[in-house]
């Protein structure tokens, strides 16, 4: 693409930005019609990279905004359960329409996540707690896209998922770590925010040489560290001003990427469809989530509408498949690509039109008064999930010490397992915490406390048998090791009779 037609692109995409914000649209459609323009009347294309390259960077700053406003437990449950309908009814759909289960499964990422820059714009007049559930949805639900395409290009599948989600949470430790410490040295500094992005882009790399996640989770991963170690905000004004120019760079290269294909009447048909059924469903479980914090259900309306769409980001999901081959039929793509840019018109128009729905709801339903236990579910699932990284991450390096360092390795694992064994049970009062405030703590807490072991069992083996050099009987020592723990635990709590 020369320099000109790039020229003139950006100039009609501020003057279609201007005018979709004077009627209420979303500005940044203005450059993805701009460039959709300008590439199919100049016959011009970008190779895929850049568009790689662009959605790290969104996914970048996407990760900082998750990081710098934290998210709601209630939003956590709420996109659980909406990203499971969103995937089930959307594959059933595509399936029954006789396409195949690959492109079946990626039209159901594009339906995934809301626009996190369209939600903020509609709840900017809501109160502050309606606003942080709306936001922590939005971030969330990308969260889950960048990790479901993982499953699509990251050579991730269900039987090794659980392996790649511990190597994550290991490297996203480790790498925080050290970005905390090499952060004190450049914070307030002009290249504090490249010193940043180089961070994500060294954490693409890794993720992409482990295979183990799909590269824009590296990056994603690399925004969400900076806002952690930027807990005074000092670099939130840049960083929020290099966001717009990422997001309009990129809307106006999705235009030009677009395939060159007819319109197919019937995908298209089938793919707006799709997105309004997934609109649907994302609003039916944001008003629940809503509700639920909140108890009031004119304002969980507000919320629920706000997040009606899907977001920008989805639009580069067919293209990348199509051009990467995951995807055959450009016409698919196209229709695929097509359906959240109508939902993001669509979207103001329906919530200029809630008061309507506002007073339908609360003729039908009622204030909410009784207490959930939400929070204190999700504690006990950070807590587990935790727990088995760590469990999982120190049993690896205990095997690679057994099969390299013989015979100094007894020594170290007689050294070594009274930590362990300390660490199991902090872990298991902290579930034991949360889990007597939701009440029957024993049978439950067993319950829980098998399952770490066993997950952690299940990854340590899945990364043990990949090391030639680790033989079997390495593998039955980490066996030991773990269920060791787990009795201990179990004893040191049945010796406890009072309330933790």
């Given at each position: 693409m ?15 930005a201007?005018?979709?914000?004077r ?9 993805f ?23 790290s960077l969104?996914?970048?700053?996407v990760?900082r ?30 399936k029954?329409?006789g396409?195949t289960?690959?492109d079946?499964l ?7 996540s809301?626009?996190?820059l ?9 109160p502050?707690?309606a606003?942080s ?6 971030s969330?639900?990308?969260?889950v896209?960048?990790?479901?395409l993982?499953?699509l290009?990251?050579g991730?599948?269900l ?10 949470v ?7 770590a050290?970005?905390?410490?090499f952060?004190r040295?450049i914070?307030?500094?002009?290249y504090?925010?490249p ?14 040489s482990?295979?183990?996640?799909s ?9 969400y560290?900076?806002?952690?170690a ?5 670099h939130?004004?840049?960083a ?15 235009g030009?990427?677009i ?8 995908l298209?048909?089938?793919s ?13 479980a ?18 629920s509408l706000a997040?009606?769409h ?14 990467l081959?995951?995807i055959?039929?450009?016409?698919l793509?196209?229709?695929?690509a ?6 993001l018109?669509l ?8 008061g309507?729905?506002?007073r ?8 909410l008064?009784t207490a ?19 469990l999982?991450i120190?049993s690896?390096?205990t ?12 020594v ?15 872990m298991y009062?902290d ?7 939701v ?8 319950v ?13 083996f899945?990364l043990v ?25 179990l004893r040191?709590t049945r ?6």
């Amino acid at each position: 693409m020369l320099l000109g037609e790039i020229s003139i692109a950006v100039f009609i995409g501020v003057l279609f930005a201007y005018f979709l914000d004077r009627v209420g649209f979303p500005s940044f459609l203005g450059f993805f019609l701009a460039g959709a323009l300008v590439g199919k009347l100049a016959g011009v294309a970008l190779p895929e990279i850049y568009i790689q390259l662009l959605l790290s960077l969104v996914a970048f700053e996407v990760g900082r905004q998750l990081g710098a406003g934290g998210f709601s437990p209630a939003a956590f449950f709420a996109v659980i359960i909406e990203a499971s309908l969103i995937v089930s009814f959307t594959t059933l759909i595509y399936k029954l329409a006789g396409l195949t289960l690959g492109d079946a499964l990626v039209a159901s990422v594009v339906m995934l996540s809301s626009s996190s820059l369209l939600t903020t714009k509609l709840v900017s007049g809501l109160p502050s707690e309606a606003r942080s559930v709306a936001l922590s949805l939005t971030s969330l639900e990308d969260a889950v896209l960048f990790f479901t395409l993982s499953l699509l290009l990251g050579g991730t599948n269900l039987g090794n998922l659980p392996i790649s989600l511990v190597m994550l949470v290991a490297l996203a430790a480790v790498a925080l770590a050290l970005f905390k410490f090499f952060y004190r040295y450049i914070v307030g500094r002009d290249y504090a925010l490249p010193f940043a992005l180089a961070t994500a882009f060294a954490l693409v790399y890794i993720v992409q040489s482990l295979h183990i996640a799909s590269p824009f989770l590296g990056a994603f991963i690399g925004g969400y560290l900076f806002s952690k170690a930027d807990v005074h905000g000092v670099h939130t004004r840049e960083a929020a001003a290099l966001s717009n120019l990422i997001i309009y760079i990129y809307m106006l290269a999705l235009g030009v990427s677009i395939p060159a294909a007819a319109v197919d009447p019937l995908l298209l048909a089938l793919s707006i469809s799709a997105a309004l059924l997934a609109v649907f469903i994302r609003a039916a479980a944001v008003f629940t989530s809503s509700w639920l914090v909140t108890g009031k259900p004119s304002l969980s309306v507000d919320v629920s509408l706000a997040t009606a769409h899907i977001s920008e980001i989805s639009i580069t999901i067919p293209i990348l498949a199509y051009q990467l081959g995951v995807i055959k039929n450009a016409e698919l793509a196209l229709a695929l690509a097509i359906a959240p840019v109508i939902t993001l018109f669509l979207a103001p128009w329906a919530w200029g039109r809630r008061g309507a729905l506002e007073r339908f709801v609360s003729r039908r339903v009622g204030e909410l008064k009784t207490a959930v236990a939400y929070e204190k579910l999700y504690r006990v699932l950070t807590h587990a999930f935790l727990a088995v990284a760590k469990l999982a991450i120190l049993s690896v390096a205990t095997a690679l010490a057994i099969a390299y360092l013989w015979p100094a390795s007894p020594v170290l694992l007689v050294l070594t397992l009274p930590f362990m064994v300390k660490y199991s049970r902090a872990m298991y009062r902290d579930l034991l915490i949360a889990l007597r405030e939701v009440g029957k703590a024993r049978a439950a807490s067993i319950v829980v406390v098998t399952s770490v072991f066993a997950l952690s069992m299940y990854v340590a083996f899945a990364l043990v048998v990949k090391i030639a050099e680790v033989h079997l009987y390495t593998s039955l020592l980490v066996a030991a090791v773990l269920l060791y723990n787990l009795f201990a635990v179990l004893r040191a709590t049945r010796r406890s009779d009072n309330p933790v």
